[in-house]
Structure formats: C-alpha cells, structure tokens
C-alpha cells in the first residue's frame, strides 16, 4: 500500500531539547516536503526536497532544518525548539503536482 | 511568503444545500488543487486542475481552473454530513517547484 508514515503523532517537549520528525514514503517520489498547520493560517511550506542531497526552503524554515540522504526519508529536525513551534506538522510526498500527505504529528513545545 | 487566500473561512449549511468556495492568487499558477482534510488525518487530493477554464467534476463535486490562472472554485451539490471538514486549495506558482497552499475553509454540515 502506498503511503507516507510520520513518527511520532504526537510529541510534548521542553524548550532548546532537541528533536527529529521522521517521515518516509514508499512511492519511490523525488520530491518530499514539510507543512505546518497553524488555525487561519492553513499550510505552510516549511522546506522540500527535490531529489537526494537536494533541500529548499519554504516560506517558514526558520528554526527548522531538514537533511535527505536516502530517496525513501526526509526528518524534520529542530535544533531548539520554541514554544512558537507548537504546531500541527505534515510530511508530503509529491508525484508530478499531486502531494500524498501523512497523518501529521502534532508538535507541543512547553 | 506566498499563501493563497481562500474565502470563506467557515461554513454552516443543512444537509442538502450546495456549498461554493474559491481560493486567489496575486500570481499565475500553472496547475490548482484541491483538498480534503478530515479530523485527525492529512489532506486528500479531491481534484486536480492543469489548464486555464477546465472544468472538473468528482462526483458531487465541480472545480473549475480560473481563465486569469489566479484563481479557482470548488463546487459540493447536495451536502451530506460527511462533507465536514477542511477543504484546502493548493497550486503551483509559475516558474517555480513550490506547492503552496491556501489558509482553508472549514465546512459543517447541520442534519
């Protein structure tokens, strides 16, 4: 079955520990990308990935870095995080224009 | 950045009524997209759009590609209560490989 798997969904951590979201498709997809959710704000490129070794920003990368050594994965790392990271983040894999998301993990930061 | 503006931002209708949504762009976008989100999930692709004036039907459901190419509708015929959720318009801005999205309308369907 096609899919995108994020870990974890769900995460409470404390200000400056750092942390990884994992994402990986099996779709074989060059391009992969991260969104936050924010209420009133909807999606919000964070960075993509084009192909392997090959990482863009979003429209909001910062305090965000993103590494894709492999075809199949694309984590999401926060260096240190900050409560205004507190967000809803999705993973995609995209095939032409079409992105196939992953359920989310929702992300608090105390 | 750039962020597409989806209008409106809420909706409340009785099951049965056609639902209309539109999203804009300040730019030209080569190709307009179409969510679903339901609670607790990612978004689905519902419809996809990739040439000036088409016109797209799923089921209930009609999208139509601006002929500006800086805007787009969604169309839902008869409502039924699992309608609800988050509809989201996305597109790709000419001349670059981002995929942005629009800030989404939020639907209730009312028995």
């Known amino acids: 079955e096609a899919q995108v798997t994020q870990n974890p969904r769900y995460l409470i951590t404390v200000t400056g520990k750092k942390l990884t979201v994992t994402c990986s498709q099996n779709?074989?997809?060059?391009?992969m990308s991260w969104y936050r959710q924010d209420p009133g704000l909807g999606l919000r490129q964070i960075y993509y990935?084009?192909?392997?070794?090959?990482?863009d920003k979003g429209d909001v990368p910062e305090g965000y870095k993103v590494s894709r050594k492999e075809k199949r994965n694309f984590p999401l790392i926060l260096e240190s995080p900050s409560p205004n990271q507190t967000s809803l983040y999705f993973c995609?894999?995209?095939?032409?224009?079409?992105?196939?998301f992953g359920q989310g993990t929702r992300l608090t930061v105390v | 950045g750039q962020q597409l503006n989806q209008s409106p931002q809420s909706m409340f209708i009785q099951e049965g009524e056609d639902v209309s949504m539109n999203c804009t762009s300040s730019?030209?976008?080569?190709?307009w997209l179409w969510y679903k989100q339901d609670p607790g999930e990612g978004p689905v692709l519902l419809i996809a759009?990739?040439?000036?004036?088409e016109l797209t039907s799923n089921g209930r459901l009609t999208a139509q590609f601006g002929i500006t190419r800086k805007d787009s509708f969604l169309n839902i015929s008869a409502s039924i209560p699992s309608d609800v959720g988050i509809y989201f318009c996305?597109?790709?801005?000419?001349?670059?490989?981002?995929?942005?999205f629009g800030t989404g309308t939020r639907l209730q369907v009312f028995p």
């Open positions: 779709m074989n997809h060059e391009y």
């Open positions: 730019s030209i976008f080569n190709t």
């Open positions: 759009l990739y040439k000036a004036g």
């Open positions: 996305a597109g790709q801005p000419y001349n670059t490989d981002k995929l942005i």
């Open positions: 990935s084009m192909n392997v070794e090959v990482t």
């Open positions: 995609a894999s995209v095939r032409g224009h079409v992105a196939f």
